[in-house]
């Protein structure tokens, strides 16, 4: 543990890994404080690894085409992610629901992201145990895909370390003080800069400034459902955007499903929620028939937290009342996919004033109390 570093990030999970690696990657010594015992214990662990490319804002979008060449370049380069594009497919029955797609896809091939739309017999080739009754067709983009949580913190570390990164754990910052001073069990840390990447913890970092973020822990259910019959290879992530039940095979075997509740209030409980199965029993049928059939075994569920924001975009700026603070959290259920451009926008951020990459407006910390917000509205 150095007593004195350049930029002090706070949270060792995929996004304070990823401002870590960027940082010393721009000759900034950097020193990583979390009070886990181990990096990547929090959110990134209990992630489902989703990337995509297919959000509905210019930001968002922008974040993945980054983040996605970032991660195609770490897989070659740094070690096996577990990265495997084999696309989103998003699936539209209401014409609620087509119109968003429709909408969405233009958005995103205008800003250069090659995304298809799909009507259901070509659904139904690239899908077979997709229902395709009263489906109106769906959009797909072959580069996004799902990758390994744990294989992305390891090659993210990893880098981080090369570059010169400092990583410590068990460590729990106590306070901090103006300057910056940061206390902890072992000593004073003083540093020039600050980065709140502690996700769903990051208002209890904001307040120990005095200042503040609007991030609520959220949780989200998880299965993982086994099939006897292994049939077939690896599926697209597949999205019924009616019900909001997501699926997809596991290299291993079975499928992973997901359904996020919108009414679910925020909540540190990462016990799965009782109604989680009865809500998929509910949802399966539109058009997961088959999955259904398979027997849910409640010990293979678990549930992480998303760190939302109210208009689910992340907060990544500095701080507007406390210079030297920058925040780089609230990415909801995007932090594995959005960590490399994450990274890049705070590095940049620190070491020139300005994000040259990125255009980070819509993600200031300000936007809030100016009432300022555009809303990401596909939200898994």
């Given at each position: ?21 960027e ?11 979390d ?20 959000f ?11 983040s996605?060449?970032?991660?195609e ?35 995103q ?7 298809r ?8 080739s690239?899908v077979p ?27 993210l ?11 410590v754990t ?60 292994s ?35 925020p ?11 009865p ?22 569920c ?21 210079p030297g ?39 200031r ?9 555009v ?6």
């Amino acid at each position: 543990m150095p007593d004195r570093t350049d930029v002090v990030v706070i949270g060792a999970g995929v996004i304070g890994l990823s401002c870590a690696r960027e940082l010393a990657g721009a000759g900034v010594a950097v020193t990583v404080l979390d009070a886990a015992p181990a990096v990547g214990r929090g959110s990134s662990a209990l992630a489902n690894g989703g990337i995509r490319a297919q959000f509905t804002t210019e930001v968002n979008i922008a974040f993945s085409r980054f983040s996605i060449l970032q991660l195609e370049t770490l897989e070659r380069t740094v070690g096996d992610l577990g990265l495997h594009q084999t696309g989103y497919l998003l699936l539209a029955g209401a014409e609620a629901s087509e119109r968003m797609l429709r909408e969405a896809a233009e958005l995103q091939r205008g800003l250069g992201v090659r995304t298809r739309w799909l009507d259901p017999a070509e659904i139904a080739s690239m899908v077979p145990f997709v229902r395709t009754d009263g489906l109106r067709g769906g959009t797909f983009h072959a580069r996004d895909g799902f990758l390994d949580p744990a294989g992305l913190v390891a090659a993210l570390l990893a880098d981080a370390r090369a570059k010169g990164a400092t990583i410590v754990t068990s460590v729990a910052v106590s306070a901090i003080e103006p300057g910056f001073v940061v206390r902890h069990p072992d000593g004073d840390l003083r540093a020039d800069a600050v980065v709140n990447a502690a996700g769903t913890g990051a208002r209890a970092v904001a307040r120990l400034l005095g200042s503040d973020v609007p991030v609520e822990p959220v949780r989200r259910n998880l299965a993982h459902v086994m099939d006897p019959s292994s049939a077939g290879g690896l599926t697209p992530m597949t999205v019924d955007v009616d019900t909001g039940v997501l699926v997809r095979r596991e290299p291993a075997g079975g499928w992973v499903v997901a359904y996020a509740d919108p009414d679910d209030p925020p909540g540190w409980d990462t016990a799965v929620d009782p109604a989680f199965l009865p809500a998929l029993a509910a949802r399966l049928p539109n058009r997961f028939p088959s999955i259904l059939e398979l027997p849910i075994d409640p010990s293979h569920c678990w549930a992480g937290l998303y760190p939302e924001t109210p208009d689910h975009h992340a907060i990544v700026g500095e701080d507007p009342a406390v210079p030297g603070l920058f925040h780089c959290v609230g990415f909801g259920g995007h932090g594995l996919m959005h960590a490399p451009a994450a990274g890049r926008a705070i590095a940049e951020l620190v070491a020139l004033g300005r994000s040259e990459t990125f255009d980070l407006r819509p993600l200031r910390p300000s936007r809030f109390v100016e009432g300022d917000l555009v809303v990401e509205s596909a939200v898994l």
